[in-house]
């Protein structure tokens, strides 16, 4: 009797246990989501409203939000989505590629420099990209890829941190005996790297793609350093345009529904891919 009773006070712990965790857990998720929902809100309401009085209901302006951001000459906001849109989705597709080609090589093959080559893709991590804009400015300068989008592209071809986290997926999720097998098989490397290796991979590239994706896409810093004609603006440069405008023409209700429409495709991307978010960090963190 006396074990039964003690393995139900155990369940029952446990299940307090357990809400008190589900209740800690919802509020940090409300906290972290309040500010979300509180931006679609003044999104949807006028700058008067929002100035006078605050509210969690949503607004009856959401269309004249969108046409005054539409309709300004200066805020060409529907080519700058379209120009986050390409830079974005491409650095990440080539952040992804190419650094998971690097880990592979440098996990799959054995040569002379291996350690060394690792080790220095490892200090690169530790270089901040402020260090070496001015030098990366007056380069795409000189071969005249100033204002245009190949210098916010081509640089995800080198991502030490993607490689650094795909390299320690592979060492966890990828024996070495698959690469063999694969060789055996008769595939040449680049077939057995894109039709064995690459799908292995897909939890750890979602991750990356995602962070990558989300890194570019709130890039500020380099494209106002290159980005010099209207029509080649991203995003984060017409925000930080809009929030700089003269105080008697500053219209919230914009200002919202321009951080809105930043926004919204982040949380597509990541509902896309968040599956693979789990597993991904799961697998890149256990070794062995």
């Not at 941190?161 to 070495?176: A, G």
């Not at 990558?212 to 290159?226: D, K, Q, R």
Request: aromatic share 14%; hydrophobic share 50%; glycine share 4%.
């Amino acid at each position: 009797m006396s074990k039964k009773t003690s393995k139900r006070n155990s369940s029952a712990g446990l299940t307090v246990h357990r809400i008190i965790c589900y209740i800690c857990l919802i509020i940090a998720a409300l906290i972290s989501l309040f500010p979300f929902y509180l931006m679609m809100i003044n999104a949807t309401r006028s700058h008067a409203e929002i100035q006078s009085s605050f509210t969690l209901l949503p607004g009856s302006s959401l269309v004249t939000n969108f046409r005054n951001l539409y309709e300004d000459p200066n805020m060409p906001v529907l080519r700058s989505l379209g120009n986050s849109l390409f830079v974005s989705t491409c650095s990440a597709f080539l952040t992804i590629y190419f650094s998971a080609l690097t880990a592979y090589g440098i996990y799959a093959y054995s040569f002379k420099f291996k350690k060394l080559a690792y080790t220095f893709i490892l200090l690169i991590m530790m270089v901040p990209t402020q260090v070496s804009a001015l030098g990366f400015v007056n380069l795409m300068r000189d071969f005249g890829l100033n204002d245009t989008f190949w210098p916010l592209i081509l640089p995800g071809i080198a991502a030490p941190m993607s490689f650094f986290f795909i390299k320690q997926n592979m060492e966890s999720s990828l024996p070495l005996e698959i690469v063999e097998a694969a060789r055996i098989d008769g595939g040449n490397e680049f077939y057995n790297f894109n039709k064995v290796i690459f799908p292995i991979l897909k939890p750890s590239m979602a991750v990356q793609a995602i962070f990558t994706f989300v890194g570019s896409w709130n890039n500020y810093f380099m494209p106002a350093l290159i980005l010099e004609s209207n029509e080649k603006k991203t995003l984060p440069i017409l925000v930080a345009q809009l929030r700089s405008a003269d105080y008697a023409k500053f219209d919230m209700g914009k200002v919202y529904m321009l951080l809105a429409v930043t926004i919204l495709p982040l949380i597509f991307v990541y509902l896309l891919l968040s599956k693979f978010i789990i597993r991904g960090i799961t697998l890149g963190s256990v070794k062995g």
